[in-house]
């Protein structure tokens, strides 16, 4: 559509600059100019001067906003963008437990060590192993009933804590936590697209990959956060509201003592006005009498 545009306005344009308009024969008809530029190479340049050279002006003559303003609509718009954003994180937690679902799993092999972990954000610290489980899988149209070795990180909270001799987190040790023995029942969740453990897809023990923890307690912050700048957002514009309220009650207060000044003045000159009228009758009457020694009736 575009091009189409284009090609319309050139043949307008090169029609229009083939005759001279301001030179007419005597019937009217514009003289035919002849150029010695090619008619390819005036058209090309036309069409460069529309399709290229035009836009580019345009674009230099354009004022980009107040970086004030950007500042601005970006603070007031930031509650809203951290709810969304954390609405966001909270549904892809959501999303991505729906892919795993919960399997039967048996304790294969313990951890070799325990790994108590201070830094994860908690709390309280918590311990790590990796245990080696038994997961057990129903039958298929494509493999009967089995059972897959894989292996799944378990963190549990440490009830009590030896933190040794020195300041250090190197002899840290946890003394009560809770654990799992060979043959006992642990809890675990698949993905669904690995049933059969064959797509090397990690396995989750004790819970899902995302306990959705802190995912609700950003989306609460953020609902919090976002009343607050509704509520600062709503005593400003109350403020504002009741600024401009009184401004224009000041205003119309201004305007009608405008308009009684005005009124007053009117009258006032009336009244000059009929005072000068009365003394130009006086003077006249005045005038004829004294002329012929008698008033006149």
């Not at 036309?46 to 290229?52: E, K, M």
């Amino acid at each position: 559509a575009r091009r189409e545009e284009l090609e319309e306005t050139l043949d307008a344009l090169m029609e229009e600059a083939e005759y001279d308009w301001d030179d007419l024969d005597p019937e009217g008809n514009p003289r035919h100019i002849r150029r010695l530029t090619p008619h390819f190479v005036r058209r090309g340049w036309l069409y460069f001067l529309l399709a290229y050279w035009d836009p580019l002006r345009e674009l230099g003559n354009f004022r980009f906003p107040n970086l004030f303003k950007i500042v601005k609509l970006f603070m007031r718009s930031l509650p809203i963008l951290g709810v969304l954003a954390a609405l966001g994180w909270y549904a892809w937690g959501f999303y991505v437990n729906f892919q795993y679902t919960d399997g039967d799993c048996t304790v294969l092999a313990l951890p070799a060590s325990f790994e108590i972990v201070g830094n994860t954000g908690n709390l309280e610290p918590v311990v790590r192993g990796v245990y080696t489980v038994r997961r057990q899988y129903p039958a298929s149209g494509t493999r009967f009933e089995g059972s897959v070795s894989q292996q799944c990180d378990v963190v549990v909270p440490c009830e009590r804590v030896d933190y040794g001799a020195s300041a250090d987190a190197d002899d840290d040790r946890c003394l009560d936590f809770e654990t799992w023995k060979w043959g006992s029942p642990l809890a675990c969740y698949h993905h669904k697209e690995d049933l059969f453990g064959d797509k090397a897809m990690r396995l989750y023990c004790i819970d899902l990959p995302s306990d959705m923890v802190k995912e609700t307690f950003t989306v609460i912050i953020a609902a919090v956060l976002l009343f607050l700048s509704v509520c600062v957002w709503a005593l400003l514009e109350f403020r504002e509201r009741g600024r401009r309220d009184k401004q224009a009650a000041l205003n119309e207060q201004q305007a009608a003592e405008e308009a009684e000044l005005a009124e007053a003045k009117r009258i006032i000159e009336e009244r000059e006005a009929k005072e000068a009228e009365r003394h130009e009758d006086d003077s006249s009457s005045s005038g004829t009498t004294s002329a012929d020694g008698s008033p006149q009736s």
